[in-house]
């Protein structure tokens, strides 16, 4: 077994220092640009102030052909622009590619002090982060990396999500996971051609109410399951818990009701892959006003944190109080950020 102060040392001489905390960033949105694409990499300086996390998608959606033109992509989009708060990601392809072990020893050799967070894909268990962990210990030792890169996992194999509490404690240097319900569709052998969303067939039927009254299906949530067990495992390890894909772009109501399902289970925010999606995540994963000046009153209320008083009729204590503070701090997080909310919110 690995002792405790053992995970605090570099996996290689020259590397940085694994974090003992995550930095403290919003990630509403991550969103994905194609780095091949000429005309959309030029669009990322109007793009970086306008999302949170931005992400050159190397692997699934981007053609066999221009794997390469990717990669290059996206080194020059990260060494051409600067991104001040907006986070740098790149989602790399899986470990058993042809594509995986250039892709990240060209892309830390040339910009890895730009690179926040590399989205690795189709994580089965800890000995997958195990390896790439010590993989970019050697890269970032190699050319003097300042600060470690963070590691984030895509949960999108049936074994993966097995194995979700063993893959959240594999390092400090774990960012978070992503739900990836198309891949997880598959390997499951669901039945389903969707990129998330619910399905008409997946539901409860309500009880019968006589001959011949016709009875409503209520659709059901099959993402719920998963969601849920990955918030409990990255809360556990202190890693943050996100909703990946959502691939109707037709459908922004059926979007926003996934997203928000998402950020009331505990995710810190999802995949943008439509700029229209952008908008839904920061509405959907930036607090709502209402409930931000209720639990203000809640935090004023109880100044210690501790003991029990009435709010509008509703009862309140420590447990409470806890909760507030986490609607409070994202929400002072989001104001800093945006000035519109800053006014919302009343601060
Ligand atoms: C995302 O990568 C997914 O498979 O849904
Ligand atoms: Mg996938």
Redesign the pocket.
């Known amino acids: 077994m690995k002792p405790p102060r053992k995970f605090y040392e570099p996996l290689a001489i020259g590397a940085p220092q694994p974090r003992r905390e995550l930095p403290v960033a919003l990630e509403r949105m991550i969103h994905f640009f194609p780095p091949h694409n000429d005309k959309l990499r030029a669009r990322l300086p109007e793009m970086i102030g306008n999302v949170d996390v931005l992400l050159g998608n190397l692997e ?1 959606a981007i053609p066999i052909d221009a794997k390469e033109a990717a990669r290059k992509g996206f080194i020059d989009a990260a060494r051409a622009n600067e991104f001040g708060e907006t986070g740098l990601w790149v989602r790399v392809n899986c470990l058993n590619s042809p594509w995986f072990l250039d892709d990240v020893t060209e892309i830390v050799a040339a910009a890895g002090d730009k690179l926040d967070v590399v989205m690795l ?1 189709k994580v089965e268990g800890p000995w997958d982060i195990h390896f790439f962990d010590q993989l970019l210990a050697q890269l970032e030792a190699k050319h003097k990396v300042g600060k470690p890169i963070l590691i984030h996992a ?1 949960l ?1 194999t049936a074994l993966g999500v097995a194995n979700v509490d063993a893959i959240a404690g594999a390092s400090p240097r774990m960012h978070g996971m992503s739900l ?5 569709a598959a390997s499951r052998g669901m039945k389903t051609t969707r ?1 998330g969303g619910g399905h008409p067939f997946y539901g409860v039927l309500e009880d019968a109410k006589g001959e011949g009254v016709p009875r409503t299906l209520f659709q059901q949530d099959p993402w719920h399951y998963t969601v849920a067990k990955m918030v409990d495992a990255c809360q556990s390890y202190g890693l943050k818990a996100f909703y ?2 959502f691939g109707d772009f037709s459908d922004d109501a059926a979007c926003e009701a996934q997203f928000r399902n998402a950020f009331l289970l505990g995710c810190a925010g999802a995949w943008s892959l439509h700029p229209r999606q952008i908008e839904i995540a920061k509405r959907v994963f930036s607090p709502d006003a209402a409930e931000v000046k209720f639990a203000v009153k809640i935090l004023d209320a109880m100044p210690d944190g501790s003991g029990a008083v009435m709010i509008d009729g509703k009862m309140q204590d420590d447990a409470t109080w806890k909760q507030a503070k986490v609607i409070v701090d994202l929400a002072r997080r989001v104001a800093a950020r945006d000035p519109a909310m800053k006014e919302a919110y009343g601060f």
């Open positions: 699934d894909p895509i999108e990836g319900p198309a891949d997880l990129v990946g894909p």
